[in-house]
């Protein structure tokens, strides 16, 4: 479903394609252009037309990231849309990752939406219902066709009459050949064809009949079925299509279902049924074995063994079933294969678990797949013996089959009460955990606030400090100005107006000072309420390094509120290339607070027990790669011994005085940033002479 819509709306570029430069010979000369705006023009470019990307993943989702950032950065909406359009292809085809890629459409699908860009929602909202219906979430596929149809009802010019068609006939494959309600798909399927015969697209139009042709024979409605049947197969250039072999199945199962007096009024007589039938199938299964696509293949070869079968032929009757055995067999394992994917877009808690599952399902069905070769081959043999003595020992088996059968019911009827037992069983159990659960997590989050609230008071007294300074000025440039307006109200008595107009300037410049004071206490206050405003839980793509250099400013001025001797030397060095991040920005600051705090008191404990010149020094570095942001707060104290190291993270745990720590601090930052953000705290015990505390976040969700 997936690649035929690509190949409709144009948005990628198939193998066949002329090749393109290697991607390494050219990414960095487009990586390196001074024009923001022509560089995201020619990565898309050279992206849409590069075939040689697969083999350099790595630079290729570099360069993405790169570029998206700089589109962002500029405003560019439109490229970004289509950048996060060639990102659900890349890793939906490529990588198979579809959490990945269903995250990248959605981006791509609520800008189109926010710029009321028509054509490309519709885009977006045709790949995010092969998303659904990839999970078997068929309502949810069914509402983003409908809602893109609704939406082509609003574009002008051929693009929408296109796009009509094409929404109709992925609606009518959806209800006829997902869902199996072959009622609801015949009108999409009809509406289809008449909007493709007015544009006069052959194409559409034969798949159109041939979808036709597939819901009147479920419906039994044979008469037309065959006339759907005869209309695709009219075109000159047919056997060439895509539906040819579909066509033909359709065809062969009318002359094989259709009653005798059904098939007078077609003109076909009853004597030449079977002819007409044999026909029909052979010529789905050559067109079938041409294309090599398999579902039309095992279709084919079951409708040819079954046929070959009710003619008598039981030698080709034999080998074509053995191989539509075969083929179903290795359909069907890769049914199960997409089926154990799909699990990866229900729960993101569950990868890992679901990861072991599939490795262990696949390797089961793998020799499921082995064992049935054999079993097939054997069974298909045992057949060909066993009929030779079917009717001799039909009645003993016959007595035997009740027997065994009346016993199976009695096993079947334990086994299901012992099951209900332990469904029940399981259950209780699940809610049981379910509460204890909830009660965990409520209780967490009583935790983090109270830890927030306890940090939030050793910052109140820096803040205030911080805040005098300002309101002082303030205070003092206020003052100045009563007495200066007070001067040039005297000066304007006196008639002075040239005296009056300096001191009004002089004036004017007092109030800018106030205002630019004022806003400076206006955002240290805001700074504060940052911090102590409640988590809302949900996470939003942030900017790491703008979020740190706030959070070092608050929390310095914070622990200098303690100690006003206090100072160290600051370094930071913040990756410019590292892409936004889905977090909690509340959440994270607080971690960051935490472990500057732990770092200053440190290098001030360190400090206050040295007496040769020692320095403290703290710094902040963030990095990327391998998928996730890192951020490295360092300082250069004592460290931690070795003999506790293993137990910094567990709760009410500290190596400060009684007093000066709860023991909650780290215990409480690993909870949110490896439960809550799946990323991982850690102490890096490669640095030496002192602490280095390393906090990993994933940039994907």
Excluded at 215 to 234: G, I, N, Q, T, V
Excluded at 293 to 307: C, F, K
Excluded at 623 to 651: C, L, T, W
Aim: proline content about 2%; charged content about 25%.
């Amino acid at each position: 479903m997936v690649a035929s819509l690509c190949l409709f709306w144009g948005s990628k570029v198939t193998a066949q394609q002329v090749q393109a430069p290697v991607a390494p010979a050219v990414l960095p000369g487009i990586m390196s252009m001074p024009d923001d705006t022509s560089m995201v023009r020619a990565f898309l470019t050279f992206s849409d037309t590069s075939s040689a990307l697969s083999s350099q993943e790595r630079l290729y989702v570099t360069s993405a990231m790169r570029v998206v950032a700089v589109a962002k950065r500029i405003g560019d909406q439109k490229g970004l849309i289509s950048l996060y359009d060639q990102l659900f292809h890349y890793y939906y085809f490529t990588k198979n990752d579809f959490n990945t890629a269903f995250d990248y459409i959605n981006y791509s699908l609520q800008i189109a939406r926010k710029l009321g860009a028509k054509i490309e929602t519709v885009h977006a909202l045709a790949h995010v219902a092969d998303c659904y219906i990839f999970i078997a979430d068929y309502a949810a596929a069914l509402e983003s066709y409908q809602e893109a149809l609704r939406i082509l009802k609003g574009v002008k010019g051929s693009y929408r009459l296109h796009g009509e068609v094409f929404m109709a006939l992925s609606i009518g494959r959806l209800y006829a050949v997902d869902m199996k309600h072959f009622g609801q798909a015949l009108p999409y399927d009809l509406e289809a064809i008449s909007l493709a015969a007015s544009i006069k697209d052959t194409t559409l139009l034969i798949r159109g009949y041939d979808q036709a042709a597939r819901d009147h024979y479920a419906l039994k409605d044979y008469h037309a079925a065959y006339r759907y049947c005869r209309m695709a197969l009219s075109f000159k250039g047919a056997e060439e299509a895509g539906f040819f072999s579909s066509v033909n199945n359709t065809l062969g199962a009318v002359y094989r279902d259709a009653p005798d007096s059904v098939l007078a009024t077609l003109g076909v007589a009853s004597a030449d049924r079977m002819r007409k039938t044999s026909m029909a199938f052979k010529l789905a299964l050559s067109s079938a074995r041409r294309s090599g696509y398999l579902p039309d293949i095992v279709e084919s070869l079951g409708n040819m063994s079954g046929l070959m079968a009710k003619t008598k032929d039981f030698g080709k009757a034999y080998y074509m079933h053995v191989e539509y055995l075969a083929l179903k067999d290795s359909l069907e394992n890769g049914s199960a294969k997409r089926t154990i994917l799909q699990k990866q877009l229900h729960s993101e808690f569950n990868r890992q678990a679901d990861s072991l599952k599939f490795r262990q399902q696949l390797a089961s069905a793998e020799l499921r797949a082995k064992k049935a070769q054999s079993y097939y081959f054997i069974g298909a043999l045992f057949i060909l013996l066993a009929s030779l003595l079917l009717v001799w020992r039909s009645y003993i088996k016959q007595r035997k089959s009740n027997t065994l059968l009346s016993r199976a019911n009695g096993l079947v009827s334990e086994a299901n009460a012992e099951l209900s037992r332990k469904q029940a069983e399981i259950t209780g159990q699940r809610d049981r955990l379910t509460k204890t659960l909830e009660d965990l997590n409520a209780a967490q989050q009583q935790l983090i606030q109270a830890e927030k609230m306890a940090s939030l008071g050793e910052l109140t007294a820096g803040i205030a400090h911080e805040i005098q300074n300002p309101l002082n000025f303030v205070n003092n440039f206020s003052d100045v100005s009563v007495e200066m307006i007070g001067e040039s109200l005297t000066e304007f008595e006196r008639g002075e107006f040239e005296e009056a107009k300096a001191i009004i300037k002089d004036l004017q410049k007092n109030i800018e000072k106030i205002n630019f004071h004022g806003k400076r206490a206006d955002g240290i206050v805001k700074s504060m309420l940052e911090h102590s405003r409640p988590s809302a839980g949900s996470r939003e793509l942030t900017d790491v390094n703008k979020l740190i250099s706030e959070m070092i400013e608050l929390a310095y001025q914070g622990f200098r509120a303690k100690d006003k001797m206090f100072s160290a030397e600051l370094g930071v060095d913040l990756d410019e290339g590292l892409p936004l991040v889905p977090l909690i920005s509340q959440d994270i600051g607080r971690v960051i607070v935490n472990l500057l705090y732990n770092a200053f008191y440190a290098v001030r404990k360190k400090k206050v027990a040295s007496s040769d010149g020692y320095d403290a020094r703290v710094s902040v570095n963030t990095s990327y790669h391998d998928g996730m942001a890192f951020i490295s707060v360092i300082d250069n104290g004592d460290g931690v011994p070795e003999v506790i190291r293993d137990k910094i993270m567990q709760p009410f745990f500290t190596t400060k005085p009684t007093g000066e720590g709860t023991g909650l601090g780290l215990s409480l930052s690993y909870d949110i940033v490896v439960r809550a953000h799946a990323g991982k705290l850690f102490l890096d015990h490669r640095h030496l002479g002192g602490t280095e505390m390393v906090m990993a976040l994933p940039v994907t969700r």
